[in-house]
């Protein structure tokens, strides 16, 4: 965490860009399972919160965010956070070997379409 000063003088703590960084792997990871696998692993109430960290970050700590590994894909998000247009091209590797191993760690099926990530 660090300090960041506003301009209304106010000091908030805004995440670093290592947090950042995984707070975008699993909104991704969670989004891919869910819109594309029809897989959910977490709640909405938490899906919601992880969406709303990150589109504050982005508010608030903008060059860490614009530095980030995944900004390309998440510059556009949104304060609702869905990731529903996302196609499944537009999905890194990583983020779908991510998905494998959350899905082995849940002890859930591999659906075939990841099946060439384990």
């Known amino acids: 965490m660090k300090l960041i000063k506003t301009e209304s003088g106010y000091v908030q703590v805004a995440y670093t860009l290592e947090s950042i ?3 975008q792997i699993d909104y991704l990871a969670y989004s891919y399972l869910y819109y594309h696998c029809e897989i959910s692993l977490i709640t909405d109430g938490l899906y919601d919160q992880i969406c709303g960290w990150l589109w504050r970050h ?24 869905s990731a529903f247009d996302l196609k499944e ?20 099926e591999i659906p075939d379409k990841l099946k060439e990530f384990e």
């Open 58 to 81: 982005k508010e608030v700590n903008t060059i860490d965010f614009q530095n980030s590994d995944y900004y390309k894909i998440c510059k556009d998000l949104g304060s609702e956070g």
């Open 21 to 23: 960084n995984r707070l």
């Open 89 to 108: 091209e537009d999905y890194p590797i990583k983020i779908k070997q991510i998905c494998v191993r959350l899905l082995k760690q849940s002890e859930k």
